[in-house]
C-alpha cells in the first residue's frame, strides 16, 4: 500500500532538528498557501499543543508531520524530502498532483479532482 505521504530518512532528520527549534512545538505542519504566479505554495510551521482534529499525523524516526485535512487531497502522494547544496537548503516537495509549476519555481497549481 501506498503512503499517502511520504518522508525520506534525511527529511525526518531536518523535521526532528526543525521541531527541537521551538521547546513548545510537538512537529511541523505542511500546509498549502495560497500565492505567487501560480496560484500554491508549501509552508512549513511548528505545531504548538493545540487541536490536532483537524489535521492528518505522519510518524516517521521521531520526526511528526501534520497535514490539514482540507489540504490532503493536494499532497496525496507527496515525498517529503531536504535538499542542501552550496546554493539553497530547504525541504522538496515531489506532487504528482502538481499540473504545473511557475517559472521560478516558487508555486505551483493543481487540479481538483472530479
Request: charged share 25%; proline share 4%; hydrophobic share 35%.
Amino acid at each position: 500500500m501506498t503512503e499517502p505521504v511520504q518522508i525520506t530518512d534525511i527529511a525526518a532528520i531536518k523535521i526532528v532538528e526543525k521541531t527541537a527549534l521551538n521547546k513548545d512545538a510537538v512537529g511541523l505542519r505542511l500546509t498549502v498557501k495560497t500565492t505567487g504566479c501560480s496560484g500554491n505554495s508549501y509552508q512549513m510551521e511548528h505545531v504548538l499543543s493545540e487541536d490536532l482534529s483537524k489535521d492528518d499525523r505522519f510518524d516517521k524516526n521521531g520526526a511528526v508531520l501534520y497535514i490539514p485535512k482540507m489540504h490532503s487531497w493536494m499532497l496525496f502522494g507527496t515525498v517529503i524530502d531536504f535538499e542542501d547544496s552550496k546554493i539553497s537548503s530547504g525541504f522538496t516537495f515531489s506532487n504528482p498532483n502538481e499540473a504545473g509549476r511557475c517559472g521560478c519555481g516558487e508555486s505551483f497549481t493543481v487540479n481538483r479532482p472530479e
